[in-house]
């Protein structure tokens, strides 16, 4: 019976002093009995955690009460066992590193488009470049059908590359996506700064994707950072 709750969320936000938060959360989430990994930075925060439903919902409710962290966006998923070892909170430059200071997706978000909405235009045959933001070893376990990928080794490489590849994107419509939204959340406003005007990103990424839609246009599995290696379109595990 699946009884530990996996949960992802993020939030680009105003962190003045990501040390108090710290010094706030770890306690509470040891106490619950969570164990997963938190990042905060200046920029925002980026938490996967896992435990018993109760525990976990309750310390949603206690980020909840922060209007920084008010109504995070959550992905969900079950499993059998508890997929991380310890409870981390850490501090980072970025809770996502991409190393293009210039790239504020607070201030400067690009547009969303629904997963249903996505599916739907391509049922059409819509004339759409799907990019993939992630790594070689994410792609390797799956993505969408037909899907632009330029060969970045992580998430930094990416932002260089895509100095070399914009141009051709320039006319095109184009949609980025990555595991749960995040990495796209910086990749496709640095697209735009780039001269790629019609972009958007995919909202929720592939997790919100195969929770709302399923494998519809999308090859094999999504790669997880946790000990899951991947889950299938019912986001249940899978072997990588």
């Known amino acids: 019976m ?21 010094a706030r959360l770890l306690p509470v989430a040891q ?33 909840d009460d ?3 962290f008010a109504n995070l966006d959550i992905k969900e998923s079950w499993s059998d066992t508890m997929p991380f070892h310890k409870m981390k909170i850490k501090l980072k430059d970025e809770i996502v590193t991409f190393r293009q200071p210039q790239v ?29 933001t992630r790594n070689d070893v994410e792609v390797d376990t799956g993505t ?15 932002g260089e590359i895509a100095k070399q590849h914009a141009d051709a994107l320039k006319n095109k419509t184009v949609v980025s996506f990555c595991t749960g939204g995040i990495r ?11 001269g790629v005007e019609n972009v958007f990103q995919l909202e929720g990424g592939i997790l919100r994707y195969f929770e709302k839609v399923g494998r519809d246009h999308y090859d094999g599995d ?16 899978t072997e990588r």
Do not use: M
């Open 2 to 22: 699946t009884h530990i709750l996996n949960i992802a969320t993020y939030r680009f936000v105003a962190i003045d002093d990501p040390h108090a938060v710290k």
């Open 222 to 237: 999504c790669f997880v950072f946790d000990e899951r290696a991947a889950v299938d379109p019912a986001l249940a595990p």
């Open 104 to 132: 504020n997706p607070a201030l400067q978000p690009a547009p969303f488009i629904s997963p249903e909405d996505l599916k739907a235009r391509l049922d059409r045959g819509d004339d759409i470049v799907l990019l993939d």
């Open 31 to 63: 106490a619950l009995g969570l164990k997963g990994t938190i990042l905060l930075a200046h920029e925002g925060i980026n938490a996967f955690l896992a435990g018993a439903e109760t525990t976990v919902r309750s310390f949603l409710s206690i980020l």
């Open 144 to 158: 969408f059908k037909g899907a632009l990928f330029w060969g970045n080794k992580n998430f930094t490489e990416f």
């Open 66 to 68: 922060d209007p920084r």
């Open 184 to 194: 796209c959340e910086k990749a496709a406003p640095y697209l735009h700064s780039l």
